[in-house]
């Protein structure tokens, strides 16, 4: 059965520094998600994605995150100067149509 | 926006028993509802969900049941086993295809023998 795959597993960054958190959805799919999790917390959602645009992002996606399809299977997520709040698991996740299926997940440790 | 509550927060149950976990939304808009396992570290694995045009659904021990109405739905675990230990999280989603999950606070579940 195919799944949501991320990479890294785990990302360890210093304070400020820039990170890119890689997603391939489920090949079919065309409507592609990143959520986050702080450790012991509920999953919040980030930023929706389709057809090479963002259709909904949430408070928490501002200026400093910004997301990309560069090739037909990746979906990205960059921070471009990580924060200490920024650290959680960051999963992508991807729909054909309501149900979304959700990666492994990339663990963000920032120091 | 969009609000789920959950409840309980943790839930401790002997094995072979029944556990419920209930959920309530405040957007009357929402028309899709989920349930989620998440084991340790792992990643949230859908296990059911329900449609708003139907009241209930079930797979084998696990059902939910949906009251539009009132706004709240619930899981229903049957003759619970040790590997059903996990946190579970309700969500809701919004009308159009792209729209996001708005998750509950998660129940801890832990089966015991």
């Known amino acids: 059965e195919p799944e949501v795959t991320q990479t890294p597993s785990h990302q360890v960054t210093q304070m400020g520094q820039e990170v890119i958190l890689r997603c391939v959805p489920i090949s079919n799919h065309l409507y592609f998600y990143w959520y986050r999790q702080i450790l012991g917390q509920k999953v919040e959602f980030l930023v929706s994605f389709y057809n090479n645009e963002i259709s909904e992002k949430s408070e928490i996606f501002d200026d400093q995150f910004s997301v990309e399809r560069p090739d037909g299977s990746n979906f990205t997520l960059k921070i471009r100067s990580t924060k200490l709040e920024d650290s959680a698991m960051y999963f992508c996740?991807?729909?054909?149509?309501?149900?979304?299926?959700f990666g492994p997940g990339t663990r963000l440790t920032v120091l | 926006g969009e609000n789920v509550e959950q409840h309980p927060s943790t839930l401790s149950v002997q094995e072979g028993d029944s556990a419920v976990i209930k959920c309530t939304y405040s957007?009357?808009?929402?028309?899709?509802f989920p349930w989620y396992k998440q084991e340790l570290g792992k990643r949230p694995q859908l296990i059911i969900d329900?449609?708003?045009?139907?009241g209930e659904k079930k797979d084998q021990r696990i059902a939910v049941t949906l009251n539009k109405t009132a706004k709240h739905f619930s899981l229903h675990i049957t003759e619970t086993q040790p590997e059903d230990s996990a946190v579970y999280f309700c969500a809701a989603k919004g009308t159009g295809t792209a729209s996001k999950l708005t998750f509950g606070t998660g129940t801890r579940l832990q089966v015991t023998l």
């Open positions: 996740a991807s729909s054909e149509w309501d149900t979304q299926y």
């Open positions: 957007d009357s808009a929402s028309n899709y």
């Open positions: 329900i449609r708003s045009n139907v």
